[in-house]
């Protein structure tokens, strides 16, 4: 009888075993995108912080593991001094700052007319959809080279139509000068532009059309309906569109490097391209490194804080 029990058990507890083993996550699956995480992130992230408390450079690449340790020297540089051709991170920095939160400045109001407009049915709302979205597909380097030529001392098209108005002469010099800066944020102003239309046409889309109709209902004109519903119906979405546009901006490379070249002016000097300079025309890796990470450090500090008001929004509701 005894033995009876033992065999009608032992398949049961098999079976037990089997599904504990079916439903148990196959993380053994994800190794292989976690070693390429390490080897392609991880790695060069902690060889880089390495190497920022290095004097690595052109002389010292050959042995760089052995290269002289400097500790916070390149750091305490980075905001003193500039390189040899370029200006110092802290002068950057406050060209990124200026270039990001004034291009998002501009953008964002043409973005969000752009949306109002097509937002409600018309026809041809699908052309002008789609020819809104032509400055943001076209690849940056062909908005860049675009801009440098239309930018070009005496003969662009820009100084040609500011001289024929009588509103600046025609060596106004674009790309060279104080005016470079303005030329950047011109052309990312043009490109970017439409990022901020999209994210707001996707946040009208969920608003319902019964809130304008009481609205309506209830006398309120388009402009109270506007700060009333649309604007703090959009609120969340705005929000994160703002904080990722002011990120690539400041993240912004290839703009400011096709249409200045390097060294740039100091006007233009943004702080991802002086970091280019600085690793990669002066063979200073270690100024570059403690560059590279203070730029790093600098983005986090906006998401942080966006992520926090994420959470403090959701206790709240």
């Given at each position: 009888m005894e033995n009876a029990d033992v065999t009608k058990l032992a398949p049961a507890k098999s079976r037990s075993n089997e599904r504990h083993v079916r439903n148990r996550p196959p993380y053994w699956m994800v190794i292989p995108a976690v070693v390429?995480?390490?080897?392609?992130?991880?790695?060069?992230?902690?060889?880089s912080i390495y190497t920022s408390f290095t004097k690595l450079d052109q002389y010292t690449i050959a042995n760089w593991t052995h290269a002289p340790f400097v500790g916070l020297k390149n750091y305490i540089s980075a905001f003193r001094q500039g390189n040899a051709i370029g200006a110092s991170a802290l002068q950057s920095l406050w060209v990124s700052v200026a270039f990001s939160v004034l291009t998002t400045v501009c953008i964002t109001p043409i973005g969000i007319v752009a949306a109002l407009l097509v937002n409600k049915p018309f026809r041809g709302r699908a052309l002008v959809r789609a020819l809104f979205l032509l400055p943001y597909v076209m690849p940056i380097f062909v908005n860049a080279i675009t801009w440098r030529l239309l930018f070009m001392n005496g003969w662009g098209l820009i100084d040609r139509v500011l001289s024929a108005l009588h509103l600046a002469s025609k060596n106004t010099y674009w790309l060279i000068g104080p005016h470079s800066f303005w030329a950047m944020v011109i052309a990312d102003v043009w490109s970017s532009w439409p990022f901020i239309y999209l994210m707001v046409l996707a946040g009208l889309q969920g608003i319902p059309g019964d809130l304008y109709e009481s609205a309506?209902?209830?006398?309120?004109?388009?402009?109270?309906?506007?700060?009333?519903?649309?604007?703090?119906m959009?609120?969340?979405?705005?929000?994160?569109?703002l904080l990722l546009s002011t990120l690539n901006h400041f993240n912004n490379f290839t703009l400011p490097?096709?249409?200045?070249?390097?060294?740039?002016s100091p006007q233009a000097d943004v702080l991802p391209l002086n970091v280019y300079v600085t690793s990669?025309?002066?063979?200073?890796?270690?100024?570059?490194?403690?560059?590279?990470?203070?730029?790093?450090?600098?983005?986090?500090?906006?998401?942080?804080?966006?992520?926090?008001?994420?959470?403090?929004?959701?206790?709240?509701s």
């Open positions: 390429l995480l390490i080897l392609i992130v991880v790695a060069p992230f902690l060889v309506h209902m209830d006398g309120a004109s388009p402009t109270r309906s506007f700060f009333s519903i649309t604007l703090p959009l609120r969340p979405i705005l929000g994160l569109a490097f096709i249409m200045f070249g390097t060294p740039p990669f025309q002066t063979f200073n890796f270690g100024l570059g490194a403690a560059m590279s990470l203070i730029t790093l450090v600098l983005m986090l500090i906006p998401a942080f804080f966006y992520i926090r008001m994420l959470r403090l929004g959701e206790d709240v």
